[in-house]
């Protein structure tokens, strides 16, 4: 089965940078999408086919990959960006969430 | 604006079935694939299955291949999941979702609903 894996939590200070980490054994051959999901709320795309931004997604958050490793990158972070951040691709049978990282800044 | 909305949700016994429906508008309905995603009260996010615009692609989870079947209605603007054989680990806040790009393949899930609610109990 396809499997993405997310550290559980994470803690930034405000304006500092957060990296999120995201690992699969299949994601060097397929795009990544992040999702930020706040409490009671449903998730917001903040990142698809690995680096691109939707409209209205500010610049501070950026999406990379290298090979079965994809990150998103928060820079300049708010109490704003707290929350649940989730990774997730498909590939040609399957999509897959990763588990979550909950991200503080405090 | 662009909107998609759950509805269907309820309390059921194991066993039973349920058809959620998810209505969209303001975007052209039939040039987008469509998802479900699920979240289990407490938990992440699950995939449950996805739905190219012209009904030619579907794929599901491994929980639910056989017992669920995705569908839609490009002249209703909207989006089925039916569910059978439910079970009590399929109770969770179920999502309706707008794929970000057009055509047969997925890119990602750019409009999301408010979710409704399903609970299987006995």
């Known amino acids: 089965s396809y499997e993405l894996t997310q550290p559980p939590s994470l803690s930034v200070s405000p304006g500092q940078t957060a990296s999120i980490t995201c690992s699969g054994d299949?994601?060097?051959?397929?795009?990544v999408c992040w999702y930020h999901q706040k409490p009671g709320q449903s998730p917001v795309m903040v990142v698809f086919?690995?680096?691109k931004r939707p409209p209205g997604i500010p610049e501070r958050f950026a999406g990379s990959k290298s090979g079965n490793t994809a990150t998103l990158t928060i820079s300049g972070a708010r109490a704003s960006d707290e929350g649940d951040y989730f990774c997730q691709a498909w590939d040609s049978k399957t999509g897959v969430f990763g588990g979550g990282t909950k991200l503080t800044v405090l | 604006e662009v909107r998609v909305m759950e509805s269907g949700g309820g309390s059921v016994q194991p066993g039973r079935s349920l058809r959620l429906s998810c209505a969209a508008s303001g975007f052209t309905f039939d040039d987008y694939g469509m998802h479900w995603v699920r979240q289990p009260p407490g938990r992440g996010l699950e995939w449950v299955s996805s739905?190219?615009?012209?009904?030619?692609?579907?794929i599901y989870a491994d929980s639910v291949r056989g017992r669920f079947t995705i569908s839609r209605d490009n002249a209703k603007n909207s989006l089925y999941l039916q569910m059978n054989s439910l079970r009590a680990e399929d109770t969770a806040l179920y999502y309706c979702?707008?794929?970000?790009?057009?055509?047969?393949?997925?890119?990602?899930?750019?409009?999301w609903g408010q979710g409704t609610t399903v609970t299987v109990s006995s």
């Open positions: 979702a707008k794929d970000v790009g057009t055509g047969y393949n997925f890119y990602g899930l750019d409009v």
């Open positions: 739905i190219s615009w012209e009904s030619d692609k579907k």
């Open positions: 086919q690995s680096n």
């Open positions: 299949k994601l060097g051959d397929n795009y």
